[in-house]
């Protein structure tokens, strides 16, 4: 909820950066890998989930990509 001053509070700014979507460039950019690797570890469940933005968009929660990345050995990319 916003206190009197229309900042957020510190519980709800940290459940806004959890929650945030990137999209593909984005992950390209965080991981350097390419969109069929991306894929293809989706696939082999060794990549997080990417949600349907609609149509034909999907986009991936940041944290979740960085939790990703930080679980990774350094001869896992």
Request: glycine share 6%; hydrophobic share 30%.
């Amino acid at each position: 909820m916003k206190d009197s001053k229309n900042h957020f509070s510190q519980d709800e700014l940290n459940q806004r950066i959890a929650m945030r979507v990137i999209r593909f460039d984005d992950v390209i950019a965080l991981t350097g890998l390419s969109k069929s690797t991306i894929y293809r570890r989706m696939e082999e469940k060794q990549f997080p989930k990417s949600i349907s933005l609609g149509g034909r968009s999907v986009g991936w929660y940041e944290h979740e990509v960085k939790e990703w990345l930080n679980s990774l050995k350094p001869s896992d990319t």
